[in-house]
């Protein structure tokens, strides 16, 4: 297993209805961990990388109904 983190700018701060979608893509297998930013502008979402890329978190996400953006550069 290779875990990796990647955070995702969202357009809007996720309402009631993308928390509850949010549930689902907690249970793909995969995703490890999804953690929202204090402001709800930004998504971290840790995943295996032997199991999952970047660009299928980030559909999972949008498929939840988040108004997913750019990747945000990890420090």
């Given at each position: 297993m290779t875990a990796l983190d990647v955070v995702f700018r969202l357009g809007r701060p996720?309402?009631?209805p993308e928390m509850?979608?949010?549930y689902?893509?907690?249970e793909v297998?995969?995703?490890?961990?999804?953690?929202?930013?204090?402001?709800?502008f930004t998504v971290r979402v840790e995943y295996d990388a032997?199991?999952?890329c970047?660009?299928?978190v980030a559909a999972l996400l949008r498929r939840a109904g988040l108004d997913?953006?750019?990747k945000v550069a990890l420090v």
């Open positions: 996720p309402g009631a509850q979608a949010i689902q893509v907690r297998y995969g995703i490890r961990k999804l953690t929202f930013d204090g402001d709800g032997s199991r999952l970047e660009s299928t997913v953006g750019d």
